[in-house]
């Protein structure tokens, strides 16, 4: 009985699976764009990085605030200075006491005391200076996170226009399967009436079966291109995607893009990164300045656990300073100083290759503005040429090669034309994104 359902099931589960792999959803672009930045988890990484420079940065406030300890010990003791101590400190030291024989060997006595030590940093100037440095540190790390924004949102502008030309391949291909398979009966009919032979038919469905080729290609571009904006938005896989609109030419806005600003995210984490370098330099210089803390403590002391008959405290000021460590504080600087110069110099670099690609993107645009153009009077050519040849076909006037020569041409200069719109539309959206607009 199980094994003649089992086949049932199989069949059950394999529809289900088709019908999910065929699951068509439209989709507007603010609305990946909305779930990329509420779900993608590369934007959400970069936000963890910057809370974690945050935290280093909150790390610093040790160099102003107190450091606060609270404890409490107990221990059983005949040790002779530790014993005398111990009734010392608890304030039960009597006459007795001073005994040569008690002193030299005391009874176990327990001592339990209760302290609490603050310490307060006074004068840290080194201290001061990585806290500057971490500072900047965490406002590199911001400024990186809105940099990832932008990429993001680049690279969502990228994959939706990838959608729309996917789906733009697959109408014209369509469209050219139309036409395909309208010559084709035309082509039977004739070769039924004996105006063409059997080979001008043949050479018809290999057109056909060139057009499916290409059209199944295109539909595996769709699924790719689904996939893709899924993974952006943190989403299941396997939905085919169908953008709300469709795919049109953007327009050179009137500004101009001569130079790379210095308020861009990126460029701004380095200047950020720089400045962190060389306030751990300045840090490394000041190392061998004095500290000045202050300290305290307070302290209860009995024979019982946590109570406390007996009190004392402490306070006081310490003035540190290590006048040598050998060679290791000037090695230290000496490093410190080489990272700040090789940042300085990352940094100038960084900005002259950001002005590279921002020419060469330029450029980009420019080329394919003018390869839009051709492709744009190109299509109306080809266009122009297949309604030639297809009247003249009809007619008889014109040969079965010639008139699938036109028809492929039409098609290809087609898909040309819609590939050259989607590189122009990115060349720029590359170029606003080089610009920080």
């Known amino acids: 009985m199980i094994a003649n359902k089992l086949p049932l099931w199989i069949t059950i589960f394999l529809f289900g699976l088709v019908l999910r ?27 963890q990085e910057f809370f974690e420079a945050r935290a280093d940065y909150r790390q610093t406030n040790s160099v102003f605030l107190p450091n606060i300890k609270l404890s409490h010990t107990g221990f059983t003791t005949n040790n002779p200075l530790m014993a005398f101590g111990s009734k010392l400190n608890q304030e ?7 005994n040569p024989d008690l002193l030299n060997n005391p009874d176990k006595i327990e001592n339990f005391s209760t302290r609490l030590e603050v310490q307060q940093p006074l004068i840290n100037v080194d201290g001061i200076y990585q806290r500057k440095a971490a500072k900047n540190k965490m406002a590199a790390s911001e400024f990186n996170t809105l940099r990832a924004k932008e990429n993001m949102m680049l690279e969502v502008e990228k994959s939706y226009m990838l959608l729309q030309l996917a789906h733009k391949a697959i109408a014209v291909l369509e469209k050219a399967k139309e036409a395909t398979l309208a010559n084709k009966k035309l082509a039977d009919d004739r070769l039924k009436q004996g105006y063409l032979q059997r080979s001008d ?22 699924k790719n291109a689904s996939d893709y904006l899924s993974f952006l ?15 049109q030419l953007e327009y050179l806005p ?79 600087a000496d490093k410190s100083k080489a990272e700040y110069e090789k940042t300085k110099l990352e940094y100038e670099q960084y900005i002259s290759r950001s002005q590279l690609e921002l020419n060469k993107a330029k450029r980009a645009l420019t080329d394919a503005e003018n390869k839009l153009r051709l492709t744009s009077l190109a299509l109306e050519q080809s266009k122009e040429s297949l309604r030639i040849r297809t ?7 014109e040969k079965t090669t010639d008139l699938l020569m036109a ?15 989607y590189e122009y539309n990115y060349a720029l959206a590359y170029l606003e994104f080089l610009s920080a607009r």
């Open 21 to 47: 792999a065929q699951e068509v959803r439209t989709i507007e672009k603010e609305e990946v764009i909305s779930r990329v930045i509420e779900n993608n988890q590369k934007l959400k990484i970069s936000e």
């Open 92 to 98: 039960i030291i009597s006459q007795s006491d001073f």
């Open 201 to 222: 038919v043949l050479i018809v469905e290999v057109r056909v079966t060139e057009v499916d080729n290409q059209l199944q290609y295109a539909k595996s571009n769709v």
């Open 233 to 247: 938005m943190n989403e299941p896989q396997g939905v085919i995607l169908q953008p709300s609109d469709s795919l």
């Open 254 to 332: 009137e500004e101009s893009f001569l130079k790379v600003p210095e308020e861009r995210a990126d460029i701004k984490a380095m200047e950020m990164a720089t400045e962190a370098r060389k306030k751990i330099y300045q840090a490394d210089k000041m190392a061998f300045l004095p500290r000045l803390n202050a300290f305290g403590s307070y302290e209860l002391y009995d024979d019982e656990l946590f109570t406390g008959d007996a009190n004392g405290y402490m306070a006081g000021m310490a003035l540190s300073w290590d006048i040598l460590q050998g060679t290791k504080r000037f090695g230290k």
């Open 391 to 397: 009247n003249r076909f009809e007619q008889g006037l």
């Open 407 to 421: 028809e492929t041409q039409y098609s290809e200069k087609e898909l040309e034309y819609f590939q050259t719109i």
